[in-house]
Every structure is written in C-alpha cells, then in structure tokens.
C-alpha cells in the first residue's frame, strides 16, 4: 500500500521535533501536527521560561552578599511586566528556531490537532486525512487540578508565565520539584510563599538528606512550609471570611470535581483573593494559588484505545522497550508514556526510535543512571540510588558531608550544601551522587559520566581535588559516615 508518509508525528515538542528531523534524514517522508506552539511543554511552558525565572529570582540575594564583599549595592522594583515580555519574546524566538529547524529538514507541518482514525490514518482537525506507514505519538503532558470544591480558581504552571501582575501572597500546593522550584522562585521575585504538602517531606522518592537540606534552605528563603496538609475548601474571599468563622463554598457544592462545572456560581474568570481552608483546620487567604499536584499524559479524545492502543491507569501509552504500542505501526515517547518525565529523555527516545524504525538497527532506550536536577535554591543535582534504594538492593557504604560554603559563610549567610556519594561495599562502584549546592545541576552532569562509566570509589579518590572549590568533597571524602 502506497502511505502519504513514511511517518507522521503528533506532537511538536522536543522529542517529537527530534525524531521527525532525524528520520527525514534517512529519506523518509514526514510530516508532523501539532495544534499548540512548537518546543513543547520545555521551551514554551516548562524547562526554558522557569529557567529564566530562576536566574531572576536569584538576583534579589545580591545585595546582602555584595555588601559583605565591600560594594555597596541596593535593591530596587523588580519589573515583573517587562521580563515577562522578555521572556514571552524569547520563547517566540525559540518556537520560531523550531519552524525552521523542521522546515529545513523537509519535514511537513500541519497547525492542527491530530487523531488517530486507523493504524495508519490521521485526522486532522482541518479536516483533511493523511495516511502514514509509521505513526508516532508524542503529545507530552499537562497539569492537573486536584478534586477540590472550586479548585478551578487556582493556576496551574503553566499559568505563572502568564501572570498579568505578581501577586503579593501565594500558596503552593504540592511537594515536587515544580512545586518546590517555583516557590523557590516567587519567593525570590518577593512573593509571601507558603506551601501546603499533604506529605512529611518535600520532594518524594529523592534522596532523604538532600530532601531536608532543601527544606531547611526553603525555610530560611522565608518560604512558610506545612506538611501532613492540603486544602479541603476554597472560595473568592470576602468579608465574610474571617478567622473567626468562614463561608464554605462547601455549602452549596461539597465533593465537586475539579474538572467538571461547579454548582457554586463562580466566575471562572475570578482574579481576587481566595479563601482557603485547609486539612489542620486553618484558614486563610491568598492572592494566588498554584496548584503543583500533578501531571497527566496527553491521550484524551485521539481514538487511540478504539484503533487497539493500551492505555495504562493514569492514561499514559504503554509501550515496549522500543517504543512500540500494541499496534505495531503506532509508537509513542516522551511523557505520554510515563516512563522518564525529563525532555533529555524523550530526545534519546526519539532518537532510538529512528534507529530502530528507519536504520534497522533496533535501539532499546536505557533508562538508567539518568542525571536530573531540581532547581529549587539551594539547587539539587541527582544520578543513580538514594541511599535507601541502595540499602534495599545490597550493603553500602556512605559517604556524606553537609557544609557552609565559602562565598556564603563569608557573607553571613546560614545556607549548607550536601554531598553525598552511596557506594557498593562488594564492588566499590558508586550506585548514587547527591548534591545540594549552587550549580548543582552543572557538577552533576559531569558526575553523571563517571557513574554511568562504572566509576569506583577508588576512581574518585585517586582524581585529585580542584581546590579551594564545593565540588572538591566529592573526591576528599576518604571515611563513610555510614555503613550498612
């Protein structure tokens, strides 16, 4: 049968531009949809836009450092409106970057949302069909609101990029890396932050150290934390909302789901102070509420479980380890397969399905050792085992160190950075690095090579130390603090 294309994409982010460009390479003819803005959820509404707002946010501590230093140095306004217009110019520029780089690749586009009709057929929201010998999904994610009364009044991140003004108070809900970087950053943007996690501890499944140096340094930003609570209610403040005794949006709509019409009549255009209740019983009230409490795969309303595709609990594709869906023709990377929810991931997925598809040389994608980093500040950089993975698999030494850095002590400043190294005691090779320090996630990267090359403890001790530096520990660290 003769296909308009050998492969169409549906989805114009990272790891979907990657792979239609590498596959146009061979020869293929190609085509991709996508009914957003191209650069996906990391140039236009992630990675990039709430990098530059960390390099803002950071700006605001200079001046008591400087002034330790000997230069004298006040804080003015910080100009919300033109570096949002800044940075909305920039991811302009960079959709833009991704047009053309698709554009020059021979690859065809189509600005339209796109749905699967057979294992070889797509839809296309223009109303024009197209066929295609391959067909790879790669639409991302997107984030939800949790299932409270009214929730509907909260943002979500994808929201703060587009603030008409800073607010002046804002509660965070959650307790991941989105969560915690984002209050990281309003804080340093002068908003009163408080974050509401329902768990004991932010940042779930990293390592138990680096965790609470985080929180210690989130704390003494000025960041109110609270854990064990979540909101059970919300509502537009008014006067009636009091410390005393509050008007519960309860009353008229208890149980609502937060996707679905509430029966309260709330503008849903709201942009006033919200009253919220919380699960220890406080209340209070906040300019903004950002919900960071999850994200979902993008596999709503596309026909793929009708053409026999298998949708797993949360909704993400399920796929082999080449990618490939229970139809053969129709494969998917990226976070709508709810594997590694990182953008370097679904680029090399990407790239190991071109290799397997169209170069005949099957390429499994290896999700492990993968180096990550969560820009909260202090900063974070992670590769391999926590040390309670490590535990569970075999008997470790640890070595750990937590210390006030140079710059920062100098200037009177309370913030500890952590390194820390997991090590097997049969084989002596490093199973996990944490660091918590700035420009973590630079030290990481390169930590992250020697890891995946199999380096031993002993490879990092015979490396000789570039000193007077924070990233020294890392190769001093002669006895474990703990073994087991």
Not at 77 to 105: I, P, T
């Amino acid at each position: 049968m003769a296909y308009d294309y050998d492969l169409f994409v549906i989805g114009g982010g990272s790891g979907g531009v990657r792979a239609a460009r590498v596959a146009s390479a061979t020869g293929a003819k190609v085509a991709l949809a996508e009914d957003d803005r191209y650069g996906g959820t990391c140039v236009i509404r992630g990675c990039v836009p709430k990098k530059l707002m960390v390099f803002a946010s950071e700006f605001s501590n200079l001046p008591d450092e400087a002034r330790a230093y000997g230069w004298d140095m006040s804080l003015g306004d910080f100009d919300w409106c033109g570096f949002r217009d800044r940075l909305h110019g920039e991811l302009d520029r960079l959709e833009g970057v991704y047009r053309s780089l698709l554009s020059n690749s021979g690859v065809t586009m189509y600005d339209a949302r796109a749905q699967l009709k057979d294992p070889n057929t797509v839809t296309l929201s223009t109303g024009e069909e197209v066929t295609a010998k391959h067909i790879l999904v790669a639409t991302g994610g997107h984030p939800v609101r949790p299932e409270i009364p009214n929730a509907h009044l909260g943002i979500v991140s994808d929201d703060l990029f587009h603030l008409e003004a800073l607010p002046k108070s804002m509660l965070i809900v959650g307790g991941g890396y989105i969560a915690c970087e984002f209050a990281c950053v309003m804080a340093g943007l002068g908003v009163d932050v408080t974050l509401y996690y329902r768990g004991a501890q932010i940042l779930r499944g990293f390592d138990e150290e680096a965790r609470g140096i985080i929180a210690e340094g989130m704390s003494e930003k000025g960041i109110d934390l609270h854990f064990g609570t979540n909101i059970v209610d919300m509502a537009p403040a008014s006067e009636d909302h009091s410390a005393s005794g509050a008007l519960t949006s309860s009353d008229a709509s208890m149980g609502a789901p937060a996707n679905e019409p509430e029966t309260r009549d709330i503008s849903k255009d709201h942009d006033g102070p919200i009253w919220v209740k919380a699960t220890n019983g406080k209340e209070a009230v906040f300019d903004k509420v950002l919900f960071a409490t999850g994200r979902a795969p993008n596999t709503q309303d596309m026909g793929l479980e009708e053409i026999g595709v298998e949708l797993g609990r949360g909704g993400e594709i399920v796929v082999d380890d080449y990618s490939q869906t229970a139809v053969p023709s129709v494969y998917a990377i990226g976070d709508v397969t709810n594997r590694v929810n990182l953008t370097p991931v679904a680029i090399r997925e990407g790239m190991a399905f071109v290799e397997t598809v169209f170069k005949d040389n099957p390429t499994p994608v290896d999700h492990k050792l993968i180096p990550s980093a969560v820009f909260t500040q202090p900063e974070f950089g992670t590769v391999g085992l926590t040390e309670d993975e490590a535990r569970e698999q075999e008997p470790v030494h640890v070595y750990c160190t937590s210390f006030r850095p140079m710059r920062t002590a100098f200037a009177g400043q309370p913030y500890r950075v952590l390194m820390k190294l997991v090590v097997s005691r049969d084989t002596d090779r490093v199973l996990g690095c944490h660091i918590v320090a700035p420009g973590a996630g630079e030290m990481i990267q390169l930590a992250g090579v020697a890891i995946k090359m199999g380096a031993t403890k002993a490879d990092f001790d015979r490396t000789v130390a570039v000193h007077p530096t924070m990233s020294e520990e890392i190769v001093t660290m002669r006895d474990p603090m703990r073994t087991g």
